[in-house]
């Protein structure tokens, strides 16, 4: 099952503008993660924020996470057509499992020119 | 510093038989994790191995079942394919120091997309 839900399932923005994604989950989590996935193929590992940080940020990323209200974001500043892709938060749990990694139902990102 | 690489990338099979899908892991890692994603979904945890033994499993099935080799390659078999199994087989291998239980590096191959009719 997933682990929660991804707001907006999609997103159309134009070329230099932001884009924000909102991740919801369940349960009590070690670390989230946020991927990138282009036209249903491989994943891409972005960022990784831990249960203890509350921003991290790498290039044009930001993430924010909320452990009292169970909530992530990710920004991307200054978008690019490059950016289209589903953007995807997963948690690590924190017990058991095997460090599994618990999908939410995905972001689907347009950036047009 | 070689990728994870998984095999065949596409597979139409029919309903009942038997497949087989492969994965070789990122160069000095040693567990590998796979995963189902159906369409518009996200992916979903079948299992994982770490030292050629099963190290955690999702809500599948007997019939969906692994294997890791000594080089850290790993298969992932499934029998009496169903037609809801027709989704994108992904395959992500890490790196788990001894004692700790800590992944570094989980990379995802670009998967195999399997057709079930």
């Known amino acids: 099952s997933q682990q929660g839900e991804e707001d907006p399932q999609a997103l159309s923005i134009q070329e230099g503008e932001n884009a924000t994604m909102n991740c919801s989950y369940k349960?009590?989590?070690?670390?989230l993660q946020w991927y990138r996935q282009n036209s249903g193929r491989g994943l891409v590992h972005l960022i990784l924020?831990?249960?203890?940080?509350r921003e991290k940020h790498s290039g044009r990323l930001r993430v924010t996470l909320d452990t009292s209200k169970k909530s992530s974001s990710l920004l991307i500043t200054a978008s690019r057509a490059a950016d289209t892709a589903s953007y995807f938060c997963?948690?690590?749990?924190?017990?058991?499992?095997?460090?599994?990694?618990?999908f939410g139902t995905g972001t689907q990102l347009k950036v047009e020119l | 510093e070689t990728g994870v690489t998984q095999s065949p990338t596409h597979l139409i099979k029919t309903r009942g038989q038997q497949v087989t899908l492969r994965c070789s892991s990122q160069?000095?890692?040693?567990?590998v994790s796979w995963y189902q994603q159906a369409l518009g979904q996200g992916p979903q945890f079948i299992f994982q191995?770490?030292?050629?033994?099963?190290?955690g499993r999702g809500n599948f099935p007997p019939r969906f079942s692994g294997l890791q080799f000594p080089n850290y390659s790993s298969e992932l078999n499934v029998n009496a394919l169903e037609l809801d199994d027709s989704a994108l087989y992904l395959c992500?291998?890490?790196?788990?120091?001894?004692?700790?239980?800590?992944?570094?590096?989980?990379?995802f191959g670009s998967g195999t997309r399997l057709t079930v009719v």
């Open positions: 992500a291998s890490s790196l788990v120091r001894a004692g700790t239980g800590i992944h570094y590096g989980y990379t």
């Open positions: 349960t009590s989590i070690n670390n």
């Open positions: 924020i831990r249960s203890n940080e």
């Open positions: 997963a948690t690590v749990g924190l017990t058991g499992g095997g460090n599994k990694l618990t």
């Open positions: 160069s000095g890692h040693n567990t």
């Open positions: 191995y770490y030292r050629e033994e099963e190290n």
